[in-house]
Structure formats: C-alpha cells, structure tokens
Nanobody, 121 residues
Framework: QVHLEESGGGSVQSGASLRLSCAVS????????MGWFRQAPGKEREFVAS????????YYSDSVKGRFTISRDSSKNTMYLQMNNLKPEDTAVYSC??????????????WGQGTQVTVSS
C-alpha cells in the first residue's frame, strides 16, 4: 500500500503558475498508476492528469491539456503537477491518487488529503 501527501497549493492571480507536489511512500511504485484530480465547490470530482509511475508518461483532461504537465521524480518518490496559465475555473481542491496497474480495471483506491488552489481574476 502507498501513502500520498500533497503540497504546493495556494492563491494566485489568473495567468500565474503553481507546482503541486505529491510525496509518495510505499513499495513497488512501478506497479501503480498515479493521478491528479480536483473538486470545485458544488461540483463533482474530475480527472485532471495521470501517469504510469514506471513510464513517466502523461494523460490529460481536455480542460488542462497544454497548460498543465504531470511528471514524477523517482529519486525523490514525488509526483508533480506543473500548472501554467491558471484560470479562475481551475480553482478547486487538488488531490493525488494511486491505483494498481494490474489486474486491469482497478479503481483509484489511495488518496491524499488534498490541497487548495484558488485562482482570482
């Protein structure tokens, strides 16, 4: 089992950048797919981006593609979400999550506590 802890949230102006970090502890991280999700007040949680820890690839929602970059540093056991050109609609609590890559069809079952990102116009 892994444990996740986010940091790096804050309040910024529209157009600014922030980098979120997700510290990951646990074993066999190469067996996990990791993701970032966000939930704005009154809205359902939505997928933002994800990667396979073993490949450091990246998958993005259309709403953040081209502005956000997901990555991981295996030497630091940390996953990042670099957020550029932030917009007020990016305001939400951002959480990192993990799921095993095998067997197929696993759900995200490990979550961090979340970090608030607020973007003002």
């Amino acid at each position: 089992q892994v444990h996740l802890e986010e940091s790096g949230g804050g309040s910024v102006q529209s157009g600014a950048s922030l980098r979120l970090s997700c510290a990951v502890s646990g074993r066999s991280l190469n067996r996990y797919h990791m993701g970032w999700f966000r939930q704005a007040p009154g809205k359902e949680r939505e997928f933002v981006a994800s990667l396979n820890w073993s490949e450091n690839d990246g998958y993005y929602s259309d709403s953040v593609k081209g502005r956000f970059t997901i990555s991981r540093d295996s030497s630091k056991n940390t996953m990042y979400l670099q957020m550029n050109n932030l917009k007020p609609e990016d305001t939400a609590v951002y959480s990192c999550a993990a799921k095993r890559t095998f067997p197929p069809g696993q759900q995200y079952d490990v979550w961090g506590q979340g970090t608030q990102v607020t973007v003002s116009s």
